[in-house]
């Protein structure tokens, strides 16, 4: 079983994930480019009890496009988002994947939202496709 740790910018915020990632998805909505300040976010889903969560975190939640309330936990002093739970997915955890810092990681495999993608944004030819 692999075992992956992820932090916030500061560290006071961390996690650890003992399973593999059941989905792995760039999400390109406006609301994933605001919250990342980038232009999609990529993030792994993990069973709920599989990841181990430490240190003190605010939570900020929002409806999605879906209509679904997507609850984000942040780091109160860094601003970091290290781990979100979606009221679509019960019992599932999603970590941003740049908050494992490992540029072995495997890819993404989903991709949502693209007519919201950036034209120059490359996307994996085999991942699924959705608008």
């Given at each position: ?49 599989a ?50 810092a ?30």
């Open positions: 079983m692999t075992i992956r740790h992820a932090n916030c910018a500061c560290g006071r915020l961390s996690l650890t994930v003992s399973a593999e990632p059941g989905r792995i998805s760039m999400c390109h909505c406006h609301d994933c480019q605001k919250r990342t300040g980038s232009v999609f976010a990529t993030q792994a889903w993990f069973p709920e009890d990841v181990v969560v430490v240190g003190t975190y605010k939570v900020y939640s929002r409806t999605a496009d879906s209509g679904n309330t997507i609850h984000f936990h942040f780091c109160p002093d860094c601003g970091s988002t290290l781990f979100y739970r979606a009221e679509a997915f019960p019992e599932k955890t999603a970590v941003p994947v740049g908050a494992f490992d540029a072995c990681f495997p890819k993404p495999r989903v991709s949502v939202y693209e007519a919201r993608k950036h034209n120059w944004v490359q996307v994996p030819e085999d991942a699924e496709h959705y608008d």
